[in-house]
């Protein structure tokens, strides 16, 4: 998997804003690329959270909405799965701390 499930939970754990937007960005394609087919609600979730980063214009409310959103997502997606639910959650969590 081009993912890392373990890397990203680890990267969320360590606070949104100490990863750099150069690697949160790449981080992002990986996961759009992997999830693309698979879950495409989540792709295109992935997709409007880099074009926001990408643009430099995103405010802290913007970003906050969208991982909120995106987090919704991936715990209702990963329902059973323990990994999925705590990225779920990490996401929420990091809206939530910039909103």
């Known amino acids: 998997m081009a993912a890392d499930l373990n890397g990203t939970i680890s990267a969320l754990k ?5 990863i ?7 981080n992002i394609e990986s996961w759009e690329n992997e999830l693309k087919d698979a879950a495409p609600e989540i ?3 992935l997709a409007q959270l880099k074009t926001a980063l990408l ?4 405010t802290p409310d913007s970003l906050s909405q969208l991982l ?4 919704e997502k991936t715990l209702s997606a990963g329902a059973g799965n323990a990994q999925a639910e705590e990225l779920g959650s990490l996401l929420k969590q990091a ?3 910039l909103g």
Do not use: W
């Not at 360590?14 to 100490?18: A, L, M, P």
């Not at 643009?55 to 995103?58: D, G, L, P, R, Y």
């Not at 909120?68 to 987090?71: A, D, I, P, Q, Y």
């Open 14 to 18: 360590s606070g949104i804003t100490s």
């Open 95 to 97: 809206g939530s701390s």
């Open 43 to 45: 792709a295109s979730a």
């Open 20 to 26: 750099p937007a150069d690697a949160a960005v790449s």
């Open 68 to 71: 909120n959103s995106l987090g």
């Open 55 to 58: 643009n430099s214009s995103a």
